[in-house]
């Protein structure tokens, strides 16, 4: 887990130099296109390596445990995937709001030009911010497969969507309003289905 986490983080670091640095100072939807494009890319070129037929995951004896509360039966990684969440999050929110990168993470979400003028390396913390989006994606990925264990190459297209949509409905760059979001999303979805079973399709 540890490797695959550091190898995302870098991996994310790449993509920005050969995806994103070059579009810096274009319009935004060039660097949307340039998003849409790599994500392609990423998904075809894992079926090509790997193939698209799903592999089993294992997943670890402490995760799979059954813990029953007299009714309820629950594995323990339902219980362990939202502490995790909560132990990531915490240190994001630390990070972004109590250190000095997070500092210059912020102003640099406001503009560019005056955070150059303020002595701040632009190329290294939008760098950094890549890496430490893409080790946080790591771990949701992780978590996913550990929920429902089959890889394949396109499994993180529809958690990819929701996240978006979770982005949009707690604002997009407010980081609690995006987990908010997430949880409310979740939440109308098995609410949904468990009270409408008849929507069960959508």
């Known amino acids: 887990f540890i490797v695959a986490i550091a190898f995302t ?3 994310g670091m790449m ?3 050969a ?11 060039s660097v949307l296109i340039s998003a849409i494009g790599v994500s392609f890319f990423l998904q075809s070129l894992g079926v090509v390596i790997f193939g698209g037929i799903q592999k089993a995951f294992p997943i670890p004896d402490l995760f799979g445990i059954r813990i029953v509360f007299g009714n309820l039966s629950i594995i323990s990684v339902n219980l362990f995937i939202p502490v995790i969440a909560g132990i990531f999050l915490a240190g994001l929110m630390y990070l972004v709001n109590y ?8 102003a640099l979400s406001k503009d560019h030009e005056t955070a150059r003028l303020m002595s701040i390396d632009v190329d290294k913390i939008i760098s ?3 890496g430490l989006g893409s080790l946080l994606a790591a771990v949701g990925g992780i978590m996913w497969a550990m929920k429902y264990p089959q890889l394949f190459p396109l499994m993180g ?8 949509i979770a982005a949009v409905v707690g ?3 407010n980081i609690t309003g995006a987990v908010i979001g997430g949880l409310l999303i979740g939440i109308i ?10 929507l069960s399709g959508y």
């Open 9 to 11: 983080a870098l991996f």
């Open 15 to 17: 993509i920005e130099k």
């Open 19 to 29: 995806a994103y640095r070059p579009l810096r100072d274009s319009p935004r939807v």
């Open 99 to 106: 250190t000095k990168t997070g500092m210059a993470m912020r």
């Open 128 to 130: 950094y911010t890549f």
């Open 157 to 164: 297209l529809m958690p990819g969507l929701k996240c978006f």
């Open 171 to 173: 604002g997009i760059g």
């Open 189 to 198: 979805e098995i609410m949904a289905v468990a009270f409408m079973p008849e």
